[in-house]
């Protein structure tokens, strides 16, 4: 097992890289190019973004990569491109378009789709999609010529907004929508169903996600300058955030240097600076005197019990093995 130091995870890059990813890669590729230019294994991204979407793309490094799972429900932000007068074989431009017969839809008739859709709401994944049935891909049943029934989910639309509504080609208007949703939303299947709400045919005609959690826009970095920053491992430090970015909604509970050398070796501590009042609100943050976290824990029988801890020798280690 690899181990926080060794020759392949260098010292020091540890923390989360906000990239702003462009049109074109996919998001694999953006991790491949992030891990040779940081000379490290350990990095993970927070939410996959689709080859022609751009924006925010967080990604996870050294130790950051334990805290990812916290991560996984953050809502996300959306400026998304809405073509009308034409469907798409995977909901997007990147499938085969069949224009649709019929008079187009207005702009008051797309804002009142809009609106309907706002809410909890039972969404269709769109059939190419990685959702997996009977374990194989739905994208890979739908390229087979098959035809994938997948569940409809219930996901959360917290805002559709029409900000822009272009139209001067009467037979295919394009509107550009603001989107708040909950994780594993697909924005795909909101322009298609806007489409049939309406009584025509849409597709998704471009992308980008302006928000993934905490982390905004005006944070990400574009690759060129992650790549010019790049001029040694090292290069990328005052690119990252903190391991704990974006995870200000966790209890944090302070330690003292003795405390802090207690959790690390895996034992359970009662701080002197006392337990949260609330206790199973979800995991605690044990930073040290400095602020800098040093476990995620939780409180049990009375004390904080280290699950995962981030600094130290044992970081790393299984929390169990320390305390065999």
Do not use: N
Request: proline share 9%; net charge neutral.
């Amino acid at each position: 097992m690899t181990r926080p130091g060794s020759p392949s995870d260098p010292p020091g890059l540890d923390g989360v890289l906000v990239v702003d990813k462009p049109a074109g890669p996919t998001s694999h590729d953006v991790v491949a190019l992030v891990r040779r230019l940081a000379g490290t294994r350990r990095i993970g991204h927070g939410g996959t973004l689709d080859p022609f979407a751009t924006g925010v793309l967080p990604l996870f490094l050294g130790q950051a990569t334990r805290l990812v799972e916290y991560h996984l429900g953050d809502r996300k932000a959306y400026r998304a491109t809405i073509c009308f007068g034409a469907t798409s074989t995977t909901d997007d431009l990147a499938g085969e378009l069949s224009p649709v017969a019929g008079p187009p839809p207005d702009r008051a008739a797309v804002e009142a789709a809009l609106a309907a859709l706002v809410g909890p709401v039972l969404q269709v994944p769109p059939a190419y999609s990685a959702i997996k049935l009977a374990g194989r891909r739905a994208y890979a049943l739908a390229r087979a010529g098959e035809t994938p029934t997948l569940v409809p989910r219930q996901v959360t639309i917290d805002r559709l907004d029409l900000v822009d509504w272009d139209g001067s080609d009467a037979e295919r208007p394009v509107a550009v929508v603001e989107v708040a949703c909950s994780a594993g939303t697909y924005v795909r299947s909101i322009a298609r169903d806007i489409g049939r709400a309406t009584g025509g045919g849409a597709y998704l005609g471009a992308l980008v996600r302006t928000a993934s959690g905490a982390f905004r826009q005006e944070m990400a970095h574009p690759l060129e300058a992650v790549r010019a920053a790049a001029t040694g491992p090292a290069g990328l430090v005052p690119l990252l955030l903190p391991i704990d970015a974006g995870l200000d909604r966790l209890t944090r509970v302070g330690l003292s240097e003795a405390e802090v050398e207690a959790i690390q070796r895996g034992q359970f501590v009662l701080p002197s600076a006392g337990l949260p009042r609330e206790t199973g609100a979800g995991p605690i943050i044990a930073v040290d005197p400095s602020g800098r976290p040093v476990a995620v824990a939780a409180v049990r029988g009375g004390r904080l019990a280290p699950d995962k801890v981030l600094t130290g020798p044992t970081a790393g280690v299984p929390v169990a093995a320390t305390r065999s």
